[in-house]
């Protein structure tokens, strides 16, 4: 073969080898071509996820940043205002002065958490060296720190909102002591009675519980027989008459004997306390003014409940009560001027009703003046007739062995005591005869939507109750009782 034939046979079989290893190349482009979006896909998503999170971290550090900077700037203007204060102080007439070497008690005196601001202490001295001059106790971050902390803890000890006061009080005498021996404090002649030398400083302490009469109430009203009501009126059906028997004589007519009925209408009206309140009151005031309300609210319906049953006239809304009942065994006397009490008179009211069943659970109903003139009754021999064993004993609180109630909602002008004549009642009988009814219980109500436009609020307790006399002739009462 010659050198030309040899070179074309090179040549082919090179271009074979060439044509082959293109052929591999574009097979192989051909089965990979398909994975190309997907992986695109993926690297896209990557990207996107990275830069997502960049930009999270770099708002997460602007908020905090802007935190830090609200926070200092808190802490700025508390210790500002400490300084205005302690600065007052020191105008009222000696209080801080400047001395050198002060450092040592109070760094004593510092706690971890202190110690770790006083980067914030040391911003806070320089704004009260600008103000008030580089020669103020109050320039050096540590004195800044620990007199802010001592009229934050001694203010805190005079309000009743903080616990822990033992520990409060400890700490107060700490940071004194280290006031005191660094000298950033004097004593200086300063006074409560005037205001400018130290009065406008001490807090006006307002104890947390209000002294009161505590009102006599619920003696009655819970101890009569209770009877719900489901509408505003409900009869209660009574015996008028009681049924009576006859002796008949041979072949004689029988005589009629049937009880007759009556009914006593029960009527539910409306009881209420409102009272109206700025909501500074409420939100300032050191005791807890609604819970207050309600107890003495609650107390008074109790009292007017109890005086109701007992001397109410029946003008609506209103009940009809023992001392205006018709029915009611009346022991009178002769004249308005009235009587002395007498143990005769008390047997009277007590055998007053007929039936032994006005005895049983019974209970004496009176004024202070009506269980004054008892306590007075006396035997021959100047004896108290009620029991009482020696001045260091109360006397006893039954006659006749029933219950003696005394209520001062019963006493005064237009109750059981008429000060016209200077006379009193005495009731007695049993208090299971008198019907107390409940139409809704009560209801505790606030809103401080009562008037918008000057922030008042508006607390009620309202209840709807009736009551009635349900055996009339079960009670007597001794009326016209002279009181000294």
């Not at 300084?83 to 109070?106: F, K, S, W």
């Not at 299971?432 to 109500?445: E, K, N, Y």
């Amino acid at each position: 073969m010659t050198e030309e034939e040899k070179a074309a046979e090179a040549a082919r079989v090179k271009a074979e080898q060439d044509a082959t290893v293109a052929a591999a190349r574009d097979a192989e482009r051909g089965n990979t071509d398909p994975l190309a979006p997907a992986v695109r896909k993926i690297a896209e998503h990557t990207v996107a996820a990275e830069q997502r999170s960049v930009e999270r971290q770099k708002a997460h550090e602007r908020a905090s940043t802007t935190r830090i900077d609200e926070v200092a700037a808190t802490v700025r203007d508390g210790f500002a205002h400490v300084g205005d204060r302690l600065d007052a102080m020191g105008r009222g007439g000696g209080g801080i002065h400047a001395i050198e070497d002060v450092t040592a008690p109070l760094k004593a005196a510092m706690t971890d958490a202190q110690r770790a601001n006083m980067g914030e202490a040391r911003m806070v001295a320089d704004d009260f060296g600008r103000k008030m001059g580089e020669d103020s106790p109050l320039a050096m971050p540590e004195m800044a720190l620990i007199a802010g902390e001592w009229f934050q803890c001694a203010t805190q000890l005079q309000s009743s909102k903080f616990a822990h006061k033992a520990q409060l009080a400890s700490r107060l005498d700490v940071l004194t002591s280290a006031l005191e021996s660094a000298g950033g404090v004097t004593k200086a002649s300063l006074q409560e009675d005037t205001t400018t030398e130290g009065g406008f400083l001490v807090p006006t302490i307002v104890a947390n519980e209000i002294m009161r009469q505590v009102l006599d109430a619920g003696d009655i009203f819970p101890r009569a027989r209770q009877w719900p009501m489901t509408t505003k009126t409900t009869n209660v059906p009574n015996e008028a008459t009681a049924c009576s028997v006859n002796w008949i004589a041979e072949e004689g007519t029988l005589t009629a004997g049937e009880p007759v009925f009556g009914q006593t209408v029960l009527t539910a009206d409306k009881l209420a306390g409102r009272a109206t309140m700025s909501l500074e009151v409420v939100q300032d005031s050191p005791t807890a003014l609604l819970p207050y309300l309600l107890s003495i609210f609650t107390e008074a319906m109790a009292r007017e409940l109890d005086k109701e049953l007992v001397i109410g006239d029946g003008t609506t809304p209103a009940i009809t009560g023992i001392t205006a009942a018709s029915g009611v065994v009346a022991i009178t006397s002769g004249t308005a001027a009235g009587r002395a009490l007498t143990y005769a008179l008390l047997v009277q009211a007590y055998l007053g009703a007929s039936e032994k069943s006005s005895r049983q659970g019974a209970a004496w109903i009176m004024s202070k003046a009506g269980h004054k003139e008892i306590l007075e009754l006396v035997d021959g021999n100047s004896r108290p007739l009620l029991k009482l064993d020696n001045l260091d004993a109360a006397p006893s609180g039954t006659l006749f062995g029933s219950p003696i109630i005394v209520n001062s909602a019963l006493g005064g002008s237009g109750t059981l005591d008429d000060t016209t004549n200077s006379n009193t009642t005495i009731v007695y009988g049993p208090l299971s005869s008198l019907i107390a009814a409940t139409r809704a219980g009560m209801s505790w109500d606030v809103t401080d939507q009562v008037n918008w436009s000057t922030y008042q609020m508006d607390a009620r307790l309202i209840g709807r109750f009736g009551g009635a006399v349900g055996v009339p002739k079960n009670f007597v009462k001794l009326t016209h009782l002279t009181t000294a």
